[in-house]
């Protein structure tokens, strides 16, 4: 079965920082990995996925990925944030159980001015 | 505009009242699924359909019942609906296939009393 874990429930950081989120999943087939962010009172819109080939994935607003098949991680990262990147953010993993997705806890990203 | 719609965005009830929470989507989309969302347990799906007339259980389906009598449509429905159904639900649709993004409506707060 497959099954995602995100190690950080919330991550606090100031304005114009750097940030990771760090994501690690298991599964049994090959994988196809996905973030997801959630903005206030919004559903899940998708930030970027990993499907194959390169292992650095670019996503929207200046967020990317990386895929560690051998520490079977898919971290997000951020050079510089904003504080409208304050949201809820998902990693999700896909390949394994059918056409489920399943998802981690989530990371409560709060950016701070 | 590509979109997933859930009805109502809130709702309030009573224990033991039924009800349903609509979703419909405009993508043609043959997968769709709910998930309910609680603080610390990310996103765990309740039911999901691969197409029309055809249904299944995903993690969490107990009090939850679903039916897909049209390719856009989606209802959940609570029987009887208990406290500890209070939550956060979202309705997803996803073409078919394992890599394939998946598109969320805004969410319905249920909260029962």
């Known amino acids: 079965a497959q099954s995602v874990t995100q190690l950080d429930s919330q991550v606090p950081v100031f304005e114009e920082a750097p940030v990771e989120l760090r994501c690690n999943y298991s599964?049994?087939?090959?994988?196809?990995l996905f973030w997801y962010v959630q903005y206030p009172n919004q559903g899940l819109q998708l930030l970027l996925k990993?499907?194959?080939?390169?292992?650095l994935v670019k996503g929207i607003n200046g967020f990317e990925a990386e895929f560690n098949k051998s520490q079977t991680s898919f971290h997000l990262r951020k050079p510089s944030v904003h504080i409208s990147d304050t949201a809820e953010y998902f990693c999700?993993?896909?390949?394994?159980?059918?056409?489920?997705?399943?998802f981690g806890g989530g990371t409560r990203l709060m950016v701070k001015p | 505009e590509a979109q997933v719609t859930q009805n109502p965005r809130y709702l309030i009830t009573v224990t033991g009242k039924k009800l349903t929470v609509t979703c419909s989507q405009n993508?043609?989309?043959?997968?769709m699924s709910w998930y309910r969302q609680d603080p610390g347990l990310g996103l765990r799906q309740i039911y999901y359909s691969m197409n029309v007339e055809v249904t299944d259980k995903g993690d969490v389906p107990e009090g939850y019942k679903v039916s897909r009598k049209e390719k856009r449509n989606f209802p959940l429905i609570l029987e009887s609906p208990s406290p500890n159904q209070t939550s956060l639900y979202f309705c997803?649709?996803?073409?078919?296939?394992?890599?394939?993004?998946?598109?969320f409506g805004q969410g319905t707060r249920l909260t029962v009393v």
């Open positions: 999700a993993v896909s390949g394994d159980a059918g056409n489920m997705l399943t």
């Open positions: 990993y499907l194959s080939g390169s292992t």
């Open positions: 993508m043609n989309h043959e997968y």
């Open positions: 599964s049994s087939v090959s994988v196809y």
């Open positions: 997803a649709s996803r073409r078919q296939g394992v890599n394939t993004e998946a598109f």
